[in-house]
């Protein structure tokens, strides 16, 4: 017996920018040149050539998915100029994960934009819907038989590095701090209580998703909706009643613009408390990540529970979860105590589609070089790839259906 539906997706997830390499177009190819504190992408780990060998690495582990992105900077170098032979690579993605049996779930946007889109003002400039519709439409042109489809990844980390980036052009900041990578300089954000994803960033993010959600329904057939950093909040002792607010200008604002969409894609790593001020960082601990959060493997339950209750029953995939750690038995006991609450929440009725591990490989960490989530290891001057036994430890999970995991449960 299993808690996950039959056809339960059972992968792994990267993004363009992280793993291709030489995204030289985009603007955060410009910004890695320009910003202090942020390592450049350079190669990357160079599954631009190598992405065959990356998913038969995922395929003869036994998984069955795998959540792999669309680089815009790529396919449109220029305003309107629309590049026939990259839409032909990534089709050629889109293949031969088909063919190696591989259901594709393909992301349209990743964080990276073209250059000349930021030159334009980016997400916030007059033109920023309509010249993200065109894209979209040149991208749906190879997206035939592709079943999922994720318009834009974590819209709301995407408007807080939006915000991030206006402000050190500006000279507001100083050294750069992804928000994926929780330092000095963010703890010292988030106890100075700077604000959330601005309702400005927001509702533009929102805009963009709804403005080629049935667009890509009425070209590709696919199951379309988009993906959110689900932070699994909860009040501290005093923080009841700042918790509603909070969480609406991180996640639900986002959670209630997936209610008209095919699946909402969940992706959770830990947990965070909120107090009277807002975000209270999470304090220095021996057990934290890499990236400095709180090993807390049960927020993915938490994360897909509310995500349910707030879409009002719209079909969860988790597009992403999983923990930097240089430790491999650690990262299977997370995410063996993580599959369980999941399972726990399919169980409770749930309506639970997949879980994509976060990452097949280790990879850039927007800015940073030494968070390692993955479940392949990268030399990164030879590019080796090296499966870890947390890799085929998930095969064989997803080749019993999580039913391994009642087996092994305590």
Known sequence: MTAFRPGFLWGAATSPHQVEGNNVNSDWWAREGAMPGMEPSGDAVDSYHRYREDMTLLAEAGLTAYR???EWARVEPRPGQFSRAELAHYRRMIDTATELGLTPVVTLHHFSNPRWFAEEGGWTGDRAIERFRSYVEAAATVLD???WVATINEPNMAAMMTMLAHAMAAGQAGEWQSPTVEGDA???RIAANLPAPTREFSERFVEAHHAVRDLLRE??????????ANLALTAAPGGER????????????????????DFVGVQSYSSQAVDENGLV???PHPDNTLVGTAYRPDALGMAVRHAWEVTGGVPVLVTENGIATRDDDRRRA???EALRHLGQAAGDGVDVRGYLHWSLLD?????????????????RETFVRTPKPSLAWLGDVARTNGASLLQAAP
Do not use: C, M, S
């Open 242 to 261: 700042k918790l509603p607010e909070v969480r609406h200008a991180w996640e639900d604002l986002f959670l209630e613009a997936a209610r008209g969409d």
């Open 334 to 336: 997370y995410t063996e």
């Open 219 to 228: 070209r590709t057939g696919a199951k379309v909706g988009w993906t959110i």
């Open 281 to 283: 960082p999470h304090p």
């Open 68 to 70: 792999f992105g669309i």
């Open 145 to 147: 038989g592709v079943e």
């Open 186 to 188: 963010d703890r010292e």
């Open 363 to 379: 990879n850039y960490e927007w800015g940073h070089w030494g968070p390692t989530f993955g479940l392949v290891a990268v030399d």
